[in-house]
């Protein structure tokens, strides 16, 4: 099996690319293993973050890399919290306080349309000048209150029209298969699969 780092120490994400990816023959590893440190995520943009993220787990460790960066754009706000999603409210991160912070600003406004964004760059070395991105967003908009004990983040609050429920309320597998992480994925398994 081909080794491949993921440049992220969260233990639910190592498991599920383990997963979707050992049938293309690559043993996925957390960059901890190599004792990468986190990247720096200076961009404003999901792209740029995951590319240096990748780039950086490349580089230390001479293996391909696997990146992801993903957060919430709510219309309303100029695509805010973006790529602060998780220290929307400053540090430390808390989503208590992140989803405070958005209700706050959302107050009085009519527009409660928002997307998540999910972005995974695969480089296959650190000067890959070709990485594979690939990009999901799941579309849906702002509740007032939360609803729901399942998801992370804003996922009670974010609210699916068509379905009349918060991610928060989906059940786990609906989510992954729905889920803006779960669309990039399957639009990586797919370059993959194509011989990318």
């Known amino acids: 099996m081909k080794k491949l780092v993921l440049a992220s120490g969260n233990a639910g994400k ?3 690319f383990g997963q979707l990816l050992a049938p ?7 960059q901890s293993a190599f004792n990468v ?9 999901f792209v740029e973050n995951a590319i240096a ?6 580089q230390l460790t001479g293996l391909p890399a696997l990146a992801d960066d993903s957060g919430l754009c ?21 989503d208590a306080r992140n989803n405070a912070r958005l209700i706050a600003e959302l107050a009085g406004l009519a527009d409660r349309r928002a997307h998540y ?10 000067d890959d000048p070709q990485p594979i991105v690939a990009e999901g967003e799941w579309h849906g908009e702002i509740v007032d209150l939360p609803r729901g004990e399942g998801g992370f983040g804003y996922d009670p609050y974010f609210l699916i029209p068509e ?3 918060t991610v928060a309320e ?9 889920s803006h992480r779960g669309q990039a994925l399957a639009q990586l398994l797919a370059r993959l699969r194509a011989g990318a």
């Open 170 to 178: 989906l059940p786990h597998e609906e989510k992954n298969r729905r």
């Open 24 to 30: 293309f023959d690559f043993e996925v590893l957390p």
């Open 53 to 58: 993220k990748a780039r950086h787990a490349a």
């Open 117 to 126: 964004v999910a972005v995974l760059v695969l480089m296959r070395h650190a």
């Open 37 to 45: 440190p986190e990247a720096e995520e200076p961009h404003v943009t």
């Open 163 to 165: 379905l009349g429920q």
């Open 14 to 16: 190592l498991r599920e």
């Open 74 to 94: 709510v219309s309303a706000l100029g695509g805010a919290p973006g790529v602060f999603s998780a220290r929307y409210a400053g540090e430390p991160k808390s």
